[in-house]
C-alpha cells in the first residue's frame, strides 16, 4: 500500500497537471491581453482586439463584442476601410458561433459590399465564404453554392495561396453537397479540403476536415474508411488533450456504427462522447448525443426509455438558448411519437420544432417538420389538414433542393392524400413526380456503387503489381548475394552452382508468379460475381418500383374508366377489359421476371423453401411431376448468401434444361447436407443427352462453370432415350465472421 506522504505527492502532481491543461486555453487569450494593454500603436491595437474577440468563451461573449466594437469605432475614425472590412467579418463569426445565422449573414454581408468596392479581394473571399455558411445553415443551398463558386475562384487567385483558408471553403463545399444529397461531388470536395490542410497546423481546422471526411465516406456505406478516419481524429485530439474535439469524434464514430447497423458499438460511443460533455458542461453536445441514443433505441424498438432521452436533450438545448438544437430534439421526438401512434402528443413537438425553424430562417428543415405533421394529421383521417400542411412543406421546396428523400417521402404523402379523397388526376400527378425523383436518386445510388466497385479493382490491382514487384526486388538480392559469395568458389563449381540456382529462381518465379496470378483471377472473379449479383439485385428492385407504378397508373385508370362508365357504356367496358388483362400479363411478366433476377423466397425465407417453392412452380403446370427429397438444410443462416444462391441457381437450371430438352414426365430431386458439403442429385426419364462434347449447350456450360466456382464436382450421366442423372457434390462456403 501507499503511505500517506506518497498519496499526497500524487494528489498535488494531479491538481498540478488539471491546473496546467485549464491553463493552456488561457495562455493565448492571456497573452494578447497584455500585449493589447502594453501596446501604443492604436492601429495594431485594434487588430489585436479582433484576434482577442475570436478566442473568448461563449459564456464571456459580451468582452468579445465590446473588442469588436471599439476596434470598428477605431478604423471608422481614421477612414481604414479594410480595417472595417474585417470587423464585420468578426462580428458575423461571433453571431454565427452564438447560433444567430440570420444576423450573422448580415454583418457578412455589409462586409463583402465594403470590400468589393475597396477591391479588397482577400477581405471579400472571407465575407462570401461565411455568408456561404451562412446561407449553408439556413437551407440556402443554391445561394450557398454560387458564393462558394466566388469564394474559391478568389481565394485560388491570390499569391501565395493561404490553403487553410481554402481547406475551409472546400470542407464547406463538401459538406454543402452532402445536404443537397450528391455524395461523389461531397467526396471530391473533401479530398480537395484534405490535401489543402495537410502539413498544417491548425490542428482545428484539421479535426473539422477528417471528421467531415468520415461523414462523408460513411454517407457513400464505406463504414470500415470511415471509422479508420474518424479514429485518425480521436489519436489527433489525443495528442493534443482536445476534450472538446473527442466528444465530436466520439458522437461522430457513434453515428458511423448507427448507420452500418453496429448499434451496441454506436452506444459504447455515444456514452462516450456524453460522458466528457458532461465534464465540459458542453450542453450542445449533450443534447445531440441523447436524440442520436434515442434513434438508436428506437432502431432496436426499445422505446421504453426514449422519452426521458428526448425530454433531456431538449432541456439540454435550452440551457444554452440553442434554437436550432431545440427545433432539431423536438423534431426528432415528435417523429418518434408519430411512429408510437401518440399523435397529440407528436404534433405539440413537431408544431415547435416548425415554429423555431421558421424563426432561424431554416426553410427546409421547417418545410420537413411541416411534412410530418401532415403525415400525423393523415393518420388521423384530418385529410383537409394532411392537405394544408403538406402543400405549404411543398411549396419551400420551390427553387431549392430537389433531389431530397424528404420530398420523395412528401410526394409518396400527396399521392395517398389525394388517391383517398378520390382526386385521381392530382394522385398520378404527385405518383410521377414520387417516381421521377426516385430514379434520380435510384441513379445516385448506382454512381456510389460504381465508384466501389472501380475502388475495390484499383485497391486490387496495385496490391498485386506491388506483390510482383516486391519478388523482382527480392530476386535481384538473390542473385546479389550469390553472385558475392561465389566468388571463392572454384569455376567449374561457381558455373555448375549458378546454373542450378538460376534455374530454381526462375521457377519459384514463375511459380510465384502463377500464384499470385492465380489469386488474383480468383479475387477478380469473386469482385465480378459479387458485382453481377448486386447488379441483379438492383435491375429486380428497379422493375419492380418502376413497373409498380405502372401497375398504380394503370389501376387509377381503372377507377376513371368505373367513373366514365355512365357516360359511354360500351366502349369504356372494353378499354376496361383490355386494361385489365394487360394489368394481368404485366403483373405475371414482372413477378417471372423479377424471381428468375433474385428469387424472392430465397431472400425471404431461406435456401429450402425457395427450391421447394421452384419444385411447386414446376408441379402446378401438371406436365411435369418432380418428386423432392431433403436430407437437412434445416439451418443454412450461416451459410454464405453466394453459396445459397449459387445452389439454388443449379437446381433452377438443371430443371429449365429438363423442360425444355428432355421430354420427361418424372424427376427425382434429392438434396443432402453433410457435415462440410451439400450433394445434389437430380434423375429425370427423359430422352437422355448425346455424349457430344462439341455439342455442349449454354445450359450446361453455365451448370459446369457454376460447380466449378464453388470448387465443386460434377458426374453427368445420361444415354440417349434412357434418362439423365446429374450428380454435384460442393463443400459448402459460411458467411465470414466479422469483428
Given at each position: 500500500?501507499?503511505?500517506i506522504s506518497?498519496w ?5 502532481f494531479l491538481?498540478?497537471?488539471?491546473f ?7 495562455s ?6 497584455q500585449?493589447?494593454?502594453s501596446e ?9 482586439l479582433?484576434?482577442?474577440a475570436l478566442?473568448y468563451?461563449?459564456?464571456e ?5 465590446k473588442?469588436i466594437e471599439?476596434?470598428?469605432e477605431?478604423?471608422?475614425n481614421?477612414?481604414n476601410k ?6 464585420y ?16 449573414a ?5 462586409a463583402?459590399?465594403?470590400a468589393e468596392?475597396?477591391s ?12 456561404a455558411r ?5 437551407g440556402n443551398?443554391k445561394?450557398?453554392?454560387s458564393?462558394l463558386i466566388?469564394a474559391?475562384?478568389i ?5 501565395p495561396l ?10 464547406r463545399t463538401?459538406?454543402l453537397?452532402?445536404?443537397?444529397g450528391?455524395n461523389?461531388?461531397s ?11 495537410e502539413g ?8 473539422n ?19 479508420k478516419?474518424h ?5 489527433l485530439?489525443e495528442?493534443l ?11 461522430n ?6 448507420n ?9 460511443y455515444?456514452n462516450?462522447?456524453l460522458?466528457?460533455?458532461k ?5 450542445k453536445?449533450m ?12 432502431a ?9 432521452l ?6 439540454y438545448f435550452?440551457?444554452i438558448?440553442?434554437l436550432?438544437?431545440i ?6 421526438y415528435g417523429?418518434?411519437?408519430v411512429?408510437?401512434?401518440n399523435?397529440?402528443k407528436?404534433?405539440?413537438f413537431?408544431?415547435k ?8 430562417g ?12 401532415g403525415?400525423?394529421?393523415f393518420?388521423q383521417n384530418k ?6 400542411h ?8 420551390y ?7 424528404n420530398?420523395k ?21 404527385y405518383?410521377t413526380?414520387?417516381l421521377?425523383?426516385?430514379r434520380t436518386?435510384?441513379?445516385e ?6 465508384l466501389?466497385?472501380e475502388?475495390t479493382?484499383?485497391l ?8 510482383l ?8 538480392r538473390?542473385r ?5 559469395g ?5 569455376l ?6 549458378l546454373?542450378?540456382?538460376?534455374k530454381?529462381l ?14 488474383h483471377?480468383?479475387?477478380l472473379t ?7 449479383q448486386?447488379?441483379r ?12 407504378a ?9 377507377k376513371?374508366f368505373k367513373?366514365?362508365l355512365g ?8 378499354k376496361l ?8 400479363e404485366i403483373?405475371e411478366n ?14 425471404k425465407y431461406g435456401l429450402?423453401p425457395?427450391i421447394?417453392d421452384l419444385?411447386?412452380?414446376v408441379?402446378?403446370s ?17 451459410w454464405s448468401e ?9 437446381v ?5 434444361n ?8 418424372h424427376?427425382?430431386?434429392q ?7 451439400v450433394t ?11 455424349q457430344?462434347i462439341?455439342q455442349e449447350?449454354?445450359g450446361?456450360r ?5 460447380v466449378?466456382y464453388l ?5 453427368i450421366?445420361?444415354n ?6 446429374i450428380l ?10 466479422t469483428?
Open positions: 500500500m501507499l503511505d506518497t499526497i505527492k500524487s494528489l498535488l491538481i498540478t497537471v488539471l496546467g491543461l485549464s491553463g493552456i486555453g488561457q493565448k487569450l492571456d497573452s494578447l491581453s500585449e493589447i494593454n501604443i500603436n492604436t492601429s495594431k491595437k485594434a487588430k489585436l479582433l484576434e482577442r478566442l468563451d461563449k459564456s461573449s459580451n468582452k468579445a463584442f473588442d471599439e476596434a470598428l477605431f478604423y471608422r481614421t477612414g479594410e480595417g472595417e472590412v474585417d470587423s467579418i468578426a462580428y458575423g463569426n461571433l453571431h454565427f458561433w452564438n447560433r444567430n445565422p440570420p444576423k450573422a448580415h454583418f457578412d454581408s455589409l463583402t459590399a465594403l468596392k475597396i479588397y479581394k482577400k477581405g471579400r473571399a472571407t465575407a462570401v465564404g461565411n455568408l451562412e446561407f449553408i445553415t439556413t443551398f445561394i450557398a453554392d458564393l466566388i474559391i475562384n481565394e485560388e487567385n491570390l499569391s493561404d490553403r487553410d483558408r481554402l481547406a475551409e471553403l472546400y470542407n463538401s459538406i453537397k452532402s445536404k443537397r450528391d461523389l461531388e467526396l471530391l470536395a473533401i479530398e480537395k479540403a484534405a490535401d489543402f490542410a498544417s497546423t491548425d490542428n482545428i481546422l484539421l479535426s476536415v477528417y471528421i467531415n471526411y468520415a461523414n462523408t465516406l460513411s454517407r457513400l456505406t464505406r463504414f470500415d474508411e470511415a471509422v478516419m479514429f485518425k481524429v480521436i489519436r485530439n495528442k488533450n482536445n476534450e472538446n474535439g473527442l466528444m465530436r469524434a466520439y458522437n464514430l457513434g453515428i458511423a456504427f448507427k452500418a447497423g453496429e448499434y451496441e458499438k454506436a452506444l459504447m455515444y462516450k462522447s460522458a466528457i460533455g465534464r465540459l458542461n458542453e450542453y453536445s443534447g445531440l448525443t441523447l436524440v442520436n441514443m434515442a434513434t438508436v433505441y428506437s432496436l424498438e426499445e422505446f421504453s426509455g426514449i422519452d426521458t428526448y425530454i433531456q436533450g431538449i432541456k435550452e440551457e438558448s440553442d436550432g438544437g427545433a432539431f430534439a423536438n423534431h426528432n417523429n418518434s411519437l411512429v408510437r401512434k399523435y397529440i407528436a404534433d405539440t413537431l408544431l420544432a416548425y415554429k423555431l425553424r421558421k424563426q432561424i431554416a426553410e427546409l428543415a421547417a418545410a420537413s417538420s411541416q411534412s410530418i405533421l403525415k400525423s394529421a393518420e385529410l383537409k389538414e394532411a392537405e394544408t403538406l402543400l405549404a412543406a411543398e411549396t419551400a421546396f427553387g431549392k433542393n430537389r433531389e431530397d428523400r420530398l417521402e412528401l410526394y409518396g404523402l400527396l399521392k395517398e392524400l389525394y388517391t383517398k379523397k378520390g382526386n385521381f388526376e392530382k394522385a398520378l400527378y405518383q413526380n414520387e421521377d425523383l426516385e436518386l435510384f441513379t445510388n448506382e454512381k456510389v456503387n460504381t466501389k466497385t475502388t479493382y484499383l486490387e490491382k496495385r496490391d498485386m503489381e506491388m506483390a514487384q516486391n519478388k523482382k526486388q527480392q530476386l535481384v538473390d546479389m548475394i550469390f553472385g558475392g561465389s566468388v571463392v568458389l572454384i567449374l563449381l561457381i558455373s555448375l552452382s546454373w542450378q540456382r538460376r530454381q526462375k521457377e519459384r518465379h514463375q511459380s510465384q508468379i502463377i500464384t499470385l496470378d492465380q489469386q483471377r480468383l479475387t469473386r469482385s465480378l460475381k459479387n458485382a453481377e448486386e447488379e439485385k438492383k435491375i429486380a428492385h428497379k422493375l419492380h418500383d418502376e413497373t409498380g405502372m401497375l398504380s397508373i394503370a389501376l387509377l385508370n381503372l376513371q367513373n366514365d357516360v359511354i357504356q360500351s366502349k369504356v367496358e372494353d377489359t383490355t386494361t385489365q388483362k394487360l394489368l394481368g403483373s414482372v413477378r417471372s421476371i423479377s424471381h428468375t433476377l433474385m428469387p424472392v423466397a430465397l431472400e429450402k425457395a421447394h419444385v411447386s412452380a408441379n402446378t401438371e406436365k411435369l411431376k418432380v418428386e423432392e427429397i431433403f436430407e437437412g438444410l434445416e439451418n443454412t443462416n450461416d453466394e453459396f445459397c444462391l449459387t445452389v439454388y441457381r443449379i433452377q437450371e438443371v430443371m429449365n429438363i423442360i425444355k430438352h428432355a421430354q420427361a414426365s424427376v427425382l430431386l438434396i443432402v447436407e453433410l457435415e462440410d458439403s445434389i442429385y437430380i434423375e429425370d426419364n427423359g430422352t437422355g443427352i448425346k457430344d462439341e449447350g449454354t450446361l453455365m451448370l459446369k462453370s457454376n466449378a470448387n465443386g464436382t460434377l458426374e450421366n445420361g440417349q432415350n434412357s434418362g439423365t442423372f454435384a457434390e460442393l463443400p459448402i462456403e459460411k458467411k465470414e465472421i469483428n
